[in-house]
Every structure is written in C-alpha cells, then in structure tokens.
C-alpha cells in the first residue's frame, strides 16, 4: 500500500478516511496534544510527531513516503478568522510546501476551507498552487461537497492534489440527485428519542429579535449560533466552536415549524427556554462527521467538539484517497 505522512493530523478523520481507501498512514504530525492523543488511540501503529512541524527534519522520511496529506491551519483563510492569510503565524502552507520539497512524494493531497479561492485570498491561492506546481507536481484543485459523499451535513471543502505524472480524476459523487444514493440526512444518525453518549446541558433560549429567513432553520431565531437541525435534511456544517451556544440543536418537540409561522403571521418573539431543546452531544457531533462509532477523543469536553468540528469526515476522505490510490496504481512505482 501507499505510504503516506499526515501532517496537520488532527484528531484523524482524513488518516481514517485514507487507510480506509487502501493508504498506509505510517506517520501523523499533530501540535495540540489532545488530539495527538485522540490520534494516537485509533492509529497505535503510526509514528507520532508532536509540536511543530517546523522542528520536524522531513529528509529521514525522502524515500519512504508516497503521499504528503494534511489540512494546514486554516483560520488565516477562513471566512470566520481575521482573513490575515500569509500574514497569519498559523499558516501552515509554508510548512507544507517544505515538507513536499524536501520529501519529494509521489503526490500529495491538501484539505482546507472553501474561501481559499474567493475574493482577496484568491491571491494567494493561486501563489500557494503555483509554488507547489515548481516543485514538479501536476496539480489540480477541486472543491467538493461532504453530502455527495455520504456526509449527513453541509459541508464544502477545498482539496488540492499533485501528482508527478498526473493522470489524478476527482470522484464522482455517491449520493445526491445526479447519484445512485439519496443524500444521508442528519435523522440518519440522530433521534428525537435517543441521545447518543453523554447530554450536552447547554440551553437553547430565544432570541429578542428574530432574524426571519424563509426556511424555519435559517435565520436567527434562537440565542447563539448554534442552529436547530432539520431531521429530513442536511445538518449544517459543525464548527470547531461548539461546545456552547454554538452547538446545534434537536427540536424534540417540533417547536421550531410552529414558532417560524407564528412570527411569519406577526406573532411577538417569545422569551425564555425554547423547550425540548437538546444541543448535541459530542457522540453526535462525530456521527454527524462520519467518524466510527467506537471513536475515542481525548480532552476536556470543549476540545472533543474542536477536534470533532476541524477534522475531515472520513467518508469524504476515503472518496478521495480511492481516487488517490487509483492514479497511482495506474502510474505503478518509479524506477529508482
């Protein structure tokens, strides 16, 4: 099998989701320490670099590594952050970029957010796929929806694959109106009935003045920004910030429909608990992701939903990482 290193590892959806596709994650780099941990338990036999990337000496790995993977920091890029980019300290593309440089892989494939590409940061974008194109890559760039791939969420993601030879087709989608499968709604893994590990007691108020959107799940209705979950449909995309108010919620009494026509018809904003509303768990979130139900994260609760909200959901990246080992089994190893 492929080699392959996991820099910006995380709590490990993206190794999760490559070694399912048929790529051997033999080392993982990780700053924070409670994810390395989290890593560690679901991939005991991977080599664990902790701290910065930047101590890391990548030339013992020249030669052993088929695939540099991973998700640079991406708060400089991220429609939510100070949009600092390269000005940003976080900014992982420069360690990334070295790492290919001196590692000299057969490919590599970068994760991050979608906003990369719009507007002012596009810029950089593009200086960020030209450097990695002087270092012999062919390289293409695709962003892609997590639903079409069997993610129970809205989720869009930025992927960037080079290969030596090129020859890389991004998959095609495995669900939704032009596949074979039905998008996976969040009622797929979650229930009004039934909360999945430990209670999240975080409460659910109104908000003084509703922001109305056409859909009773849009807007702002409610206090914090963690909306409720329409059961029938796409959950929204999971932040690294839930935890609190920021979490999303079940209406376990179907409050929700009610209240958004009421205001519609020019009903006053109601006060107080919205009852019957549960933010979800921790267990949720990761089903909600697509990580394995028996999946461990180490850390205080906070960090369990951080983790859970930054990492790639492993069933986008075993799309990809299918489409990864494909191409380089068509390219079979090179004479050295």
Same mark, same amino acid.
């Given at each position: 099998?492929?080699?392959?290193?996991? @820099?910006?590892?995380?709590?490990?959806?993206?190794?999760?989701?490559?070694?399912?596709?048929? @790529?051997?994650?033999?080392?993982?780099?990780?700053?924070?320490?409670?994810?390395?941990?989290?890593?560690?338990?679901?991939?005991?036999?991977?080599?664990?670099?902790?701290?910065?990337?930047?101590?890391?000496?990548?030339?013992?790995?020249?030669?052993?590594?088929?695939?540099?993977?991973?998700? %640079?920091?991406?708060?400089?890029?991220?429609?939510?952050?100070?949009? @600092?980019?390269?000005?940003?300290?976080?900014?992982?593309?420069?360690?990334?970029?070295?790492?290919?440089?001196?590692?000299?892989?057969?490919?590599?494939?970068?994760?991050?957010?979608?906003?990369?590409?719009?507007?002012?940061?596009?810029?950089?974008?593009?200086?960020?796929?030209?450097?990695?194109?002087?270092?012999?890559?062919?390289? $293409?760039?695709?962003?892609?929806?997590?639903?079409?791939?069997?993610?129970?969420?809205?989720?869009?993601?930025?992927?960037?694959? !080079?290969?030596?030879?090129?020859?890389?087709?991004?998959?095609?989608?495995?669900?939704?109106?032009?596949?074979?499968?039905?998008?996976?709604?969040?009622?797929?893994?979650?229930?009004?009935? $039934?909360?999945?590990?430990?209670?999240?007691?975080?409460?659910?108020?109104?908000?003084?003045?509703?922001?109305?959107?056409?859909?009773?799940?849009?807007?702002?209705?409610?206090?914090? !920004?963690?909306? %409720?979950?329409?059961?029938?449909?796409?959950?929204?995309?999971?932040?690294?910030?839930?935890?609190?108010?920021? $979490?999303?919620?079940?209406? $376990?009494?179907?409050?929700?429909?009610?209240?958004?026509?009421?205001?519609?018809?020019?009903?006053?904003?109601?006060?107080?608990?919205?009852?019957?509303?549960?933010?979800?768990?921790?267990?949720?979130?990761?089903?909600?992701?697509?990580? %394995?139900?028996?999946?461990?994260?180490?850390?205080?609760?906070?960090?369990?939903?951080?983790?859970?909200?930054?990492?790639?959901?492993?069933?986008?990246?075993?799309?990809?990482?299918?489409?990864?080992?494909?191409?380089?089994?068509?390219? !079979?190893?090179?004479?050295?």
């Amino acid at each position: 099998m492929p080699t392959v290193l996991d @820099l910006f590892a995380g709590a490990g959806g993206l190794s999760l989701g490559l070694e399912d596709a048929g @790529l051997d994650v033999v080392a993982a780099a990780e700053w924070d320490d409670d994810a390395l941990t989290t890593y560690a338990k679901s991939h005991p036999g991977a080599d664990l670099l902790p701290g910065d990337i930047a101590q890391v000496d990548f030339r013992a790995f020249r030669g052993a590594i088929d695939v540099v993977a991973g998700g %640079p920091p991406c708060q400089p890029w991220s429609d939510g952050g100070k949009g @600092l980019g390269h000005d940003d300290p976080r900014d992982g593309f420069p360690k990334f970029i070295e790492a290919v440089r001196v590692i000299a892989p057969r490919a590599f494939l970068i994760e991050n957010v979608a906003g990369l590409t719009r507007g002012a940061r596009r810029v950089h974008f593009l200086r960020i796929m030209s450097d990695l194109e002087k270092l012999g890559y062919e390289v $293409t760039e695709q962003i892609l929806s997590a639903a079409d791939f069997g993610v129970p969420q809205r989720r869009k993601r930025l992927f960037i694959v !080079g290969t030596r030879s090129g020859g890389f087709s991004w998959p095609d989608p495995a669900h939704g109106a032009a596949a074979d499968q039905r998008w996976r709604v969040a009622g797929d893994v979650l229930s009004k009935e $039934t909360v999945l590990g430990e209670p999240n007691g975080s409460i659910v108020t109104y908000a003084k003045r509703p922001d109305l959107r056409p859909s009773p799940y849009d807007g702002l209705l409610f206090n914090g !920004g963690g909306r %409720p979950i329409d059961l029938t449909d796409l959950a929204p995309t999971l932040l690294a910030s839930m935890g609190g108010n920021k $979490t999303p919620w079940v209406d $376990t009494l179907g409050v929700v429909p009610g209240y958004h026509a009421s205001l519609l018809a020019g009903g006053e904003p109601l006060i107080g608990v919205v009852p019957g509303a549960r933010r979800i768990t921790v267990a949720e979130a990761a089903a909600l992701q697509t990580f %394995p139900e028996d999946m461990i994260f180490a850390g205080p609760r906070s960090s369990q939903y951080r983790q859970i909200g930054n990492a790639v959901p492993p069933s986008l990246a075993r799309a990809v990482g299918r489409a990864l080992v494909a191409c380089l089994g068509r390219q !079979g190893r090179p004479v050295a």
